[in-house]
């Protein structure tokens, strides 16, 4: 029984070959790295030292419990991945801390109807742009393509628009990133003549 990774979005790691690599149009597809950084990876090389017909290759267990194997690996590795995530965004925000109030060029990497999640340029960090932060106006999530429009104004933001923002909070317990879009800051009033009262003069 072999071990396959079946290519979608995330890696499945089954003994199945039901799909093959749908990028590369494979019927029968194996990609491996180093055995060292992975377990499933070690699982393909003895499946391959197997398949050559050398001894040290997967054990009478390891063929018995690939079903096993392949979906606690599949689990394991979702669950190292967020772990990941989370002390990136951890870091970034305890970094960006002493930063909030400043103006970032960032790129729409995600749309619903939170709001709109951003990547910094030049930088790791990401973060949300939330509905009330967009500007004056009320904005609805449209699909195909995704996309939030403004009711009254009709504009639109997509997928990698690049946009200019202020970081206005830097939650390090949540690892959380707030922006504000540039346009909707409210104008600061600029302070005028000033203004004399007349004196009345009694006679």
Do not use: W
């Not at 973060?127 to 429009?149: F, T």
């Amino acid at each position: 029984m072999k071990l396959f990774c079946v290519a979608k979005s995330q890696a499945v790691y089954t003994p199945a070959n039901k799909e093959g690599h749908f990028g590369l149009n494979l019927t029968h597809y194996s990609h491996f790295t180093s055995p060292i950084r992975r377990y499933p990876d070690l699982l393909v090389h003895r499946g391959i030292l197997s398949v050559l017909g050398f001894e040290d290759g997967l054990s009478d267990q390891n063929r018995e419990d690939m079903v096993l194997l392949g979906n606690d690996t599949s689990m394991k590795e979702r669950r190292a991945e967020q772990a990941e995530r989370d002390a990136t965004d951890r870091f970034m925000t305890q970094y960006l801390t002493e930063r909030v109030g400043e103006f970032f060029k960032v790129y729409v990497s995600g749309v619903n109807k939170a709001g709109l999640f951003v990547n910094v340029l030049d930088m790791g960090a990401s973060g949300l742009i939330p509905m009330n932060r967009l500007g004056d106006d009320y904005y609805i999530y449209k699909e195909n393509p995704g996309r939030l429009e403004g009711r009254r104004t009709q504009k639109r933001f997509f997928l990698g628009d690049r946009l200019k923002v202020k970081l206005i909070e830097a939650d390090q317990t949540k690892g959380r990133l707030t922006f504000e879009l540039e346009s909707a800051r409210s104008k600061e009033k600029k302070p005028g003549p000033p203004k004399f009262r007349r004196k009345r003069f009694r006679k």
